[in-house]
């Protein structure tokens, strides 16, 4: 089990929700992405966001490692 569908589930999300967070037409894409294939640049910074940094880009694509993400804090 990979460490995106590791947390995709941990949320109590099926891969068809995870795909409409992320704008994604279809839980394919989101098998794909669990499976390591089909990971750009865009989709593994919005992973990181949408999981407030629990899977971040250096977990799911290592080449970018020194890639970080700022989250921002949540509105009041």
Do not use: F
Not at 3 to 22: I, N, V
Not at 33 to 57: H, Q, Y
């Amino acid at each position: 089990m990979s460490y995106l569908e590791t947390w995709r589930r941990s949320q109590g999300w099926s891969q068809a929700d995870l795909a409409h967070k992320l704008g994604l037409r279809s839980k394919g894409h989101v098998s794909r992405l669990e499976s390591g294939t089909g990971l750009t640049t865009d989709l593994a910074i919005a992973i990181d966001r949408l999981s407030k940094g629990a899977v971040p880009v250096a977990e799911l694509r290592p080449d970018l490692h020194d890639v970080r993400v700022i989250h921002g804090e949540a509105s009041a």
